[in-house]
């Protein structure tokens, strides 16, 4: 009953195996190996953008600070959710890469931003004025970090807005295959529109690897130089590559999201079937943001259960806390139905 | 015949078994797996550093630059080789990192810098003058970027200058290992002085992973948060420590670095006795620069041979054109062998 | 009727005079010069803090930024208040000089922070947690930016709810002895409690001097690299020193304080009396934000009265629109009743 | 005999007197007033450069530093002399306000780089390889550190080189006026092939101004974002425009400089004649660096002579100790002759 993070499960046995079979001999470092040309002609075709520049990078963060910090100049100021994970769970990495950006935060009732929220945001600075930051790139993020899922309509209603205003569009999407496998639209339907996209493996399935992709190749060597200057640039880089092609191939990406929905959705399912379980919004991919009475929060860590509890386990037994459960693509049906029976109590 | 870099061979299998034991399952993130608490104590004990604050980072030039801005104001300046890694190699890294420190660059004979060039180049600052950058740490790198190694005296002499001006001082130990083989010291004998200690062994054998290595753990927590801010905190942290706990195990370390010593050796034992190389410098470990007829480089990398040239192919047969070598720990005396017959042609 | 900005009035006489004087043959340069001796004695006893570190520097938001990143480290986060200075009117100063820190906005009703709200916002970050920024200073802005004065009771509670947290706390006090004028306390009791004090000058009859006071002058020779590194040291350091001792000088900072607070309450009471006027917030120094119609913004621009308009000159004659009125030391009752006429029109 | 600095003289009567009629009642702030208009239109035809973005900077270090961040990016390296202003005595300004560009050094002799040292040391960086800083702009500063002055063709034959590489090219033009009035050419021919030119005017008699030129007016929003972001936009501007102004008006620019030059002349005539003494190198504008007896500098000291000695006042009388003279505008041939018949003895 592993609910913490899908940053803590393991990666898919073909991964690893990929892994193993890229240490065979020597090869050429930093990225010229074959599979790196494979895999980016892999993402270009599966993301529909054909001249993409496109490069690994093994987490999450390095590959939000990274991209932000060539589409952004210092004096100007990053449009993101209140709740985004380059706000709240960076340690100020894109201010860091930066070299001093802000982050203007937009409303966002259940995690996404509105468009209207989004032109209040952006009309709300003093573009044009010297005292105040510059506009710069919307960040958006799908599956948000409450667990809801933009509809491609949402989605394309805030890329019009930044497009209205003339500025760039980056896609957080550490969980891009668990968005598409909840839209059930295709990779290329979610990229459509956006500037700059980080393409997320490693919380579904991967040990350690993210794609940066730019639509437009002009971007390619600043970033290039970013990333070495940031420590980012592997030697050994063959062992990122892999990760990736094996993570595409066979649609093994959207497999394993799909599976991780799945066992998310039986959760839903049956949590809403509990009247002491409230539900803190919608819950449309892979992460659930809930309260129950701490009674059962005890109950389920006794029982061996790992899910984060926003709250003291000090206090009254039928006191709703909050808590956040997520899947990774291992998660089982038995391990759900299991969970729900202890909190049910 | 790969010849090229140490960071482009591969890794060891014992390496690779660990990374694929460390996928059983569900483990902590962030470092907070058991096997990184193994990790510490082992280096903790090899280093001879009872207190030492040990953390893993996946690049070279990503645990100097952390560490470096850990122990350096941005208002201060960092004493280093010229040709070190760090002013080289990092596309500014440590300019990054530090929030725009300068580098103060020392005259270093065979790569390894003297202890009289060093005063002369801290003497050089101006220490207590607002106008000029403040003198902050010492950074050295054994084995040198030339292959070159200090002997344990001359490193001790500079850690002393160092002490004398009360600067923090800092090993780039991206070939750590290949250094105390070097040597036939201890690691601890190695360690000995440093406040801070980038322990490599991604060159070493590993995929991908560096430990740095502060001798006072008051650094431990700003450490922690650089890494973080830099994007270079692993969520499925297991994956570095697996590799690192492998590499400590049964000093498979040293049997590597020893390996490619080795095979360095028999290489500069041969090229002693061809007539038309000569030696650009001493090689003491496992990195070769030399100068030989631009007719043997087009019949090596005709053969398939793997090595830096740094000149033109086009131009007179015999004109001596600068090479690197540099073996690794999979490096063969088969290989070398055959290096050498086709080099003497 | 001059009401835009009070930077934008004369420098008063004495002030220009005393520029004149201390351009009288040689003076060491870079704050060696005896005046600044003498201007550091004069404000440590009027602040009541006599071991502070004492600077000038010649505009307001390079002393805030200058101070916090003296006080704040890259990973950490400022709070203040949502309408501050160092975040609307700074063009990123702070995040640039900090390489990076962020800033947490307090919510502030008549734009002054509260205790409890304050308290909020240091509990909302994850202090101790790595993914997000730390604890930093605490920022309290008197004159607020809406013209509104912290009572020596509520500035205290601010400053005991950083303690509480261990938190240094700084004061932006562009307009401090506007404030103290607003109080009638003193010097010494409006500086209580704070760390850091940036103690202007310019706003109230200077050409531009602020001081940078810290009560602890173990951050002194930083503050100096910084302020140097910043491009913030003056050569002819003596313009600046001329500039604060006249300003210091039998209290002429008090005197030209009140007499802008003056101005700006009779302007206030007269406005009270206009019934088509509305005014945003309390107004207890020497700005107004207020809303009248548009025809009064019409008839005050085209009689020559200077002063922002917060909206279009374009629309219904009856419709409110907001303005901002500031008074400086040069202010006059006959401009102010001359301005109240022309509004009632 | 005040021979510390140029900045440590008065400025001009006619430049107070500039100042002093600008504090005439109210002014447009941070640049919208008119005389910055005029001003505007002035250099632009001194220096012949119709379309140049021109504005006001205080110091001479932020002015350097602010164009040099607009020019520069953060994984660039900006080549400049090896003992030039922005490697010395900034502090490392051009590091932060570059977010971490470095400095490559260039040998110069006499203070000055030549056309083939600028090639050599651009062409040891690895520009288009990733690990390395990529090329950025070339800084010459003329008057040198040293007190020599580029003759036109020398300067032509850099900015040629650049040109070559496709580097814009900027001009530490702290005494751009004792550089012209050395050469007898105008500012224009000065001005000729940069692209952007820091033009000094503290030094040379103003109190603390200096206008950062853009030939290119493309640069001018970005620079105007950074001068504020980095604290450096005045509100009370006029007091900046007014002295340039009174700087420019009736060549008051030029006849200071000539005046200092003219001092500087007399006392290297004498120097020549005195056989204790010897000039470090040439003498070509109001600068000098030449060694003579310890003895020597203790009479001119006991003398009340100031300017600085390079070395202890403790040791042989005859040793022969570093000195560097500076004259000011407003030196005079008096006190010149009196401190040669000091020194002589």
Known sequence: MFFASDNAGPAHP???E???RANDGYAMPYGAEDAMARVRGKLRDLLGMPNAAIYLVATGTATNALMLATMCKPFQTIFCSEVAHIEEDECGAPEFFTSGAKLTLVDAPQAKMTA???REAIDSTADGV???VQR???SITTVTERGTVYTLDEQKA??????EYGLPVHLDGARFANAVASLGCTAADMAQGFDAISFGATKNGCMGVEAAVFADPAHAWEF???RKRGGHLFSKHRFLSAQMEAYLDGDLWLEMAQSANAACARLVAGLRNIKTVTLANDSEANMIYLTFPRAAHRRLKDAGAQFYSMGT???PDDEPVLARIVCDWSATAENADRFLRILEG
Chains 1, 2, 3, 4 share one sequence.
């Open 136 to 138: 710069g790139p919307v």
């Open 18 to 20: 990929a892994v193993m």
């Open 224 to 226: 290039e130089l970013r």
């Open 313 to 315: 386990m000090d206090g």
């Open 158 to 163: 805030l890329v019009n807005v930044a497009r």
């Open 116 to 118: 209207e929220h989004l």
């Open 130 to 132: 010297v005292h105040g």
């Open 14 to 16: 073909k991964v690893i």
